[in-house]
């Protein structure tokens, strides 16, 4: 304290001085990305100063960069109890619900960001992911183009923008995006990865393997790149690459069912069709009334003699996706024969391996709930009917 010429005290540590001090002497943490040494510091300031709204909304943000996405939702929804005109904190709250897969609620925070504010870059590129990630991609392509018109150099929006185009009829404008972002930054991964899809589509392999090398070069654990990666060798008709990649995809992300069906499919290609039951089931658990899997999941069991168990796994859409008792203890039967080592004597096939690969989807995990397969019969699938499947499955 010292005495004015007033003769009133003069109080220099104030709350706010105070608060900014910690933050400051905090600051080369948050700058070094130190955020395990720093998030201490911001919880004991929260306690001490709780109605103190920046402070709580430095925290959230802190914490969604350090990767502890719930209990930084939590403290944006206090920020926003406090003060719901804070745009940040909604549009930060919006990418954490991102983060967490919650797309329905993460959408409804972008949307309240822009109906305030029209351009707000946050907002505008999480709404494109979002309706991207829900295969609304027509609707996504506005909200990106706002974007780029905004920030027309930037790697990241050039390839949202080009992710946009790439699932409707406009590739050649996909490419040129995907093309745009990699001039920019040779180094980034998803417009790599996007431009390997469209090559693969038009069955440019060794293009598209070039593209793939260098995203795997930078992200070798991508199981994105490397599902890519084993398409890119299906082309080439290089089968033995091709589950090379696939289980390489599969030990980096055990739940990535794409990476399953496919690799279902290269086993029974190559005669190990217990393997490709094991596989196709696996894929079946994380992604149950999958079109793709069940496809894969039936033309297995058929491989492997299963045929009543096929027709069962082909026909069970119109059961809520239950299979029955039979069915369940014939694939538990050959998941062990597959864990054991036992397969079955290699049959003839009457097609061989479709290396065409028509849907940038291929490469995506799977999501879409099924469709009706097949219709209910009382004939098991055929040969031509197995093969047709295989077909679909290699093209989606």
């Not at 949202?160 to 699932?167: P, Q």
């Not at 299906?234 to 289980?247: C, G, H, P, Q």
Request: hydrophobic fraction near 40%; proline fraction near 5%.
């Amino acid at each position: 304290m010292t005495e004015t010429l007033r003769g009133t005290p003069q109080t220099t540590d104030t709350r706010q001085e105070k608060i900014n001090a910690a933050l400051d002497a905090i600051a080369y943490l948050e700058q070094e990305g130190r955020y395990d040494e720093a998030i201490p510091v911001y919880r004991d300031l929260v306690g001490r100063y709780p109605d103190d709204v920046d402070l709580l909304f430095q925290m959230a943000t802190i914490m969604l960069r350090n990767g502890e996405l719930r209990e930084s939702v939590a403290h944006f929804r206090k920020v926003l109890f406090m003060k719901p005109e804070h745009l940040p904190a909604r549009a930060n709250m919006g990418n954490v619900l991102l983060l967490l897969g919650y797309l329905e609620q993460a959408k409804e925070a972008f949307d309240a960001v822009i109906d305030v504010e029209p351009n707000n870059r946050n907002a505008l590129y999480g709404l494109a992911t979002i309706l991207i990630k829900m295969h609304a991609h027509a609707q996504a392509e506005p909200y990106a183009r706002r974007l780029a018109q905004q920030v027309p150099n930037s790697a990241p929006v050039l390839a949202l923008l080009g992710d946009t185009l790439s699932a409707e009829t406009k590739p050649e404008a996909a490419i040129l995006n995907y093309r745009g972002a990699i001039r920019l930054d040779p180094t980034y991964v998803p417009a790599l990865l996007g431009l390997a899809k469209l090559l693969i589509m038009r069955k440019k392999g060794d293009d598209a393997l070039a593209h793939l090398s260098k995203a795997h070069d930078l992200q070798p654990r991508n199981a994105d790149v490397l599902v890519a990666m084993g398409h890119a060798y299906v082309l080439k008709d290089n089968m033995s690459s091709a589950i090379e990649y696939f289980e390489l995809a599969h030990a980096c992300e055990p739940e990535n069912a794409a990476a399953l069906v496919h690799l279902s499919i290269g086993k029974r290609k190559t005669g190990l069709v217990y393997a490709g039951v094991s596989h196709a089931s696996a894929a079946w658990h994380l992604a149950p009334g999958n079109k793709q899997v069940g496809n894969a999941l039936g033309a297995a069991l058929a491989a492997a003699g299963a045929r009543d168990a096929a027709r069962d796994v082909l026909t069970s859409i119109s059961r809520d996706n239950e299979f029955s008792k039979e069915t369940t203890a014939t694939i538990k039967e050959i998941e062990y024969l597959a864990e054991q080592g036992y397969e079955r004597p290699k049959r003839e096939e009457k097609s061989s391996i479709d290396t065409a690969l028509s849907s940038e989807e291929a490469a995506e995990p799977l999501e879409e709930p099924a469709e009706k397969l097949q219709e209910e019969t009382n004939e098991t699938p055929t040969e031509e009917q197995e093969n047709k499947s295989d077909r679909e499955q290699e093209a989606t």
